[in-house]
């Protein structure tokens, strides 16, 4: 969801302070739709007000140690969760440093700062505030009005995709290099009524695709990617996620679109009959869960890699040149880039911010994204003993083998969906930043 470009500062009086109109506006309270409400103690320090913004953007601020600065963290979150409003309930008790810095914040992040103060006229921090900076005033009922309307840009409500095939789907048998663009060659060896199923999920998808390219005229390549991300993470099997790619790609492609029609081609020529895809959303899911909660966007990050990647070897080198600013792409230390699940990317948009703000001269490519005390970057021991500080369950991010993505209990599908991002879909060579 895009910020929006308004970056002016709106000053609501209300001297009424209805109980009901604050109750609605936390009901309204949104992140995923980027409203949020922030109702900081009138007693807080400038530190107080940095953590009850954390807490307002749904972190954890007490995890943070003593060493941490937290106003640096209330940035990064602001920019990666793209926020459209921020409210500051309460304006009234606020400072003016406070206040000035959580202004400042809106502004370099792009979203607008309402200032919600239960008086008739602005204090004097508030009234010091304004005097140098573009603003205007609301009422209460304006900004509930607002609140209620969903962004006119909203994506969020979900692609409406067709559930899994369920756990019995038909195997597909490895094929052969040169037959990978063919629904036939997908299905060959299996029986009429398997092959018949096969034929049905493909034609969906393909339908699926071409109706998505119908609602959405020119869409960017990493939009093009989102969407096979949605049509194939639902399958319950590798073997039907593989037919639904496959399908959506070759429709894409007959569109004119320059996709690889051999993107999958390392998944195509082995056996996934055997694969559990679930166990894949569930990590997703849990590690996002996680990842959610951590203020600090160096341990939210770690969270993610280690889903992602499973090995601490591997985690430890990614650098910042291997994150794309959205958090949409990373690459492996040999250069494969791997698509990231949307409910992971803001933890590394907010840790790539933090490192690379755009204000400052861009970093050393090699500088690694989680920092540490060899050669720069976390030990395999640091990344363990951080993990199961932050309760990260083993099954998580320790892998069974290095080849566990296509055999044994880490098999889940992972490969097939790492597939979809713009840079392999188009064979883009460029950076991923």
């Known amino acids: 969801m895009a910020r929006t470009a308004e970056r002016t500062v709106t000053l609501i009086l209300d001297a009424g302070d209805e109980l009901a109109d604050l109750e609605e506006l936390r009901r309204l309270h949104s992140r995923p739709y980027g409203q949020i409400l922030c109702e900081p103690d009138p007693t807080a320090t400038r530190t107080g007000l940095a953590h009850h913004l954390l807490a307002a953007l749904g972190k954890h601020p007490g995890d943070l140690t003593g060493e941490v600065s937290p106003w640096p963290l209330v940035e990064c979150h602001l920019k990666a969760e793209r926020v459209r409003d921020l409210v500051l309930a309460r304006a009234q008790t606020l400072t003016y440093a406070g206040v000035r810095r959580v202004a400042d914040l809106a502004h ?166 055997e694969s559990r895809p679930h166990q894949w959303r569930d990590a997703v899911s849990r590690a996002a869960e996680l990842a959610d909660q951590a203020a600090d966007p160096h341990d939210a990050a770690l969270i993610v890699l280690s889903a992602i990647f499973r090995d601490p070897y591997t985690t430890a080198r990614v650098r910042i040149a291997d994150v794309t600013r959205d958090g949409a792409i990373v690459r492996t230390p040999w250069g494969l880039p791997h698509a990231v699940p949307p409910p992971l990317r803001a933890p590394l948009a907010a840790q790539y911010h933090r490192l690379h703000p755009e204000t400052a001269p861009p970093p050393p490519l090699h500088q690694p994204l989680l920092s540490g005390t060899t050669r720069g970057r976390m030990t395999r021991p640091a990344i363990e003993r951080a993990l199961e500080r932050l309760d990260a369950p083993t099954s998580l991010w320790k892998s069974q083998g290095i080849y566990d993505e296509f055999e044994g209990p880490g098999l889940d599908g992972r490969t097939i969906l790492a597939a979809l991002n713009p840079i392999s879909l188009f064979n883009e060579n460029d950076s991923p930043s």
């Open 108 to 273: 370099n992040a792009g979203i607008g700062l309402w200032l919600w103060s239960a008086t008739e006229r602005p204090t004097p921090a508030l009234a010091q505030l304004l005097e140098a900076r573009p603003h205007k005033q609301a009422t209460v009922g304006e900004l509930l009005q607002r609140w209620r309307r969903l962004p006119p840009d909203h994506e969020l409500d979900g692609l409406s995709v067709d559930p899994g095939a369920g756990p019995h789907y038909p195997w597909l048998t490895p094929c052969e290099p040169e037959r990978l663009r063919s629904r036939t060659a997908l299905a060959s060896g299996l029986t009429a009524p398997a092959r018949r199923r096969v034929a049905e999920t493909w034609v969906n998808a393909s339908d699926w695709t071409d109706a998505w390219l119908q609602d959405n005229c020119e869409p960017t390549r990493q939009k093009v990617a989102d969407a096979l991300h949605a049509l194939v993470a639902v399958g319950d099997t590798a073997s039907e996620q593989i037919t639904r790619a496959q399908a959506a790609i070759m429709t894409l492609h007959r569109s004119g679109a320059p996709v690889s029609r051999t993107v999958l081609q390392r998944d195509l020529i082995h056996r996934y009959g």
